[in-house]
């Protein structure tokens, strides 16, 4: 007899809202068509958001939130997976409409998902999570955009934020010349040590300025949007490229059109959640290659799903540097 599933529940009636550890029946699961033994998830912000009910992120009730998974299929009628192998979920909206990965088992379509690369462990893939995949989607962007480490200075705004954090250390393994902007000045050698050579304020670029400003970096990835996306338009070089992959400060862009058509920058849109499956792999495969263990245990925590619900509320608060793990079978 199948044992009951442990999972973090999402429920809304009479407007009440609550998160509760519960107990699941394997009947209980979507009919998809691959099932999963969840080795780990995460708990992002947006986990956080579901979680605590502090933003519309629940789509339906009830719901299993986790927006990303690691682990082993045990039953499949797709083509694409058999029983045995080790597939990675990121997005497509799992944890907001589709039952997702803070669970001990988890049903998928199989096109949510891609096989786990050679060379990364499953624990390994959810320390890197959405936050790792997403930066990796926006040096690539870059790097298709022919930016260099020969280019000049690469701003990363948002840096101490699990997207920031990654885009450095990633830029900085492949040699690039980083700046780090951040609102976390004490974290400055945090940011060091991750591999970004200057550290300014956030309080640069979060403030109107001028449509065309100083000709200083060559690109720049920028997850907070608003007057910081404007300003960094207005100071990347000749030919300069963003990676726009995160609205921290505001969904609007109170820009002007100078820098596109006098300077020849381009806007690249990053979108983590509906990415093609090629993408995805190509994505997973550069990180394999680019991701040190050390570094992944130094960045983050594991918890187990007894401790989610504790754990998002101090997201929310800002109590939490990091990835935070959830081993879902401990």
């Known amino acids: ?39 780990y998830s995460t708990l992002n912000y947006k986990d956080g958001l579901a979680i605590t009910g502090k933003g519309p992120v629940v789509r339906s009730f009830p719901m299993v939130p986790g927006i990303d998974l690691v682990g082993i299929v045990t039953n499949s009628t797709s083509d694409e997976f058999k029983n045995g192998d080790n597939v990675i979920l990121n997005g497509f909206g799992v944890g907001e409409k589709h039952w997702g990965g803070l ?11 891609i096989p786990l690369p050679a060379g990364i462990s499953p624990k390994q893939a959810m320390q890197i999570g959405t936050a790792g995949y997403t930066a990796m989607l926006s040096v690539i962007a870059l790097e298709k ?32 010349n980083v700046t780090a902007a951040t609102g976390r000045l004490d974290q400055s050698e945090y940011l060091k040590e991750l591999g970004a050579t200057q550290i300014i304020s956030r309080d640069e670029f979060s403030t ?43 969904m609007d862009l109170p820009a002007s059109v100078a820098p596109f058509i006098l300077r020849g920058v381009s806007l690249i849109g990053i979108d983590s959640v509906m990415r093609p499956k090629a993408d995805r792999i190509e994505a997973w495969d550069h990180l394999a290659k680019l991701v040190n263990a050390d570094y ?30 959830v081993n879902c079978q401990s």
């Open 208 to 250: 109107p300025s001028k449509p065309l400003q100083k000709e200083r970096f060559a690109a720049a990835i920028d997850s907070v949007g608003s007057h910081t996306l404007a300003n960094i338009c207005a100071s990347l070089k000749y030919g300069g490229v963003v990676t726009a992959c995160g609205l921290a400060q505001g």
């Open 145 to 176: 955009q022919g930016i260099t480490p020969e280019s000049g200075e690469i701003l990363v705004t948002g840096a101490n934020g699990g997207v920031g954090s990654f885009a450095i250390y990633l830029l900085n393994q492949l040699g690039y």
């Open 296 to 325: 992944l245990d130094k960045i983050s925590t594991e918890i187990t799903l007894e401790q989610v619900i504790d754990n998002a509320e101090r997201l929310m608060e800002g109590k939490i540097r990091g990835r935070v793990v």
């Open 1 to 39: 007899m199948n044992k009951p599933i442990k999972a973090i529940v999402i429920n809304k009636e009479d407007n009440n809202y609550s998160a509760l550890l519960s107990t699941i029946e394997h009947s209980d699961l979507p009919n998809e068509n691959v099932s999963i033994n969840v080795l």
């Open 103 to 113: 669970a001990q088992k988890a049903a998928l379509n199989s096109d949510w998902l």
